[in-house]
């Protein structure tokens, strides 16, 4: 088991930023690939983020690029997700995930073995 928690989520309004982080106690998070997703009501979990076990590798989903950027500090054993321009359409519980292998289908819910409990962020317009 990795416990993956989530922290930073909260209200801001349109165009404004928040930092989500996900930590993990236990186990040297710098040895997982970790992603962000997020889910609004109503509709299915979708990828936001992704970075490979060294870091040197990062995606984003479309819908986020040039706004979202995911990058991990090592000696805290936290990923961190920085929004930017926030829009009410980034409405949603955020969630990390964290698998220890790497994969090309990073995008993909099924890939992680590992999830948080989910931090809200929510955009008012």
């Known amino acids: 088991q990795v416990p993956l928690v989530e922290s930073g989520g909260g209200l801001v309004q349109a165009g404004g930023s928040l930092r989500l982080s996900c930590a993990a106690s236990g186990r040297t998070l710098s040895r997982y690939s970790v992603g962000w997703f997020r889910q609004a009501p109503g509709k299915d979990r979708e990828f936001v983020a992704a970075?490979?076990?060294?870091?040197?590798?990062?995606y984003s989903a479309d819908s986020v690029k040039g706004r979202f950027t995911i990058s991990r500090d090592d000696a805290k054993n936290t990923v961190y997700l920085q929004m930017n321009s926030l829009k009410p359409e980034d409405t949603a519980v955020y969630y990390c995930a964290a698998t220890p292998y790497s994969s090309s289908y990073y995008y993909a819910s099924y890939t992680y073995n590992y999830w948080g409990q989910g931090t809200q962020v929510t955009v008012s317009s």
């Open positions: 970075t490979n076990r060294s870091g040197g590798s990062a």
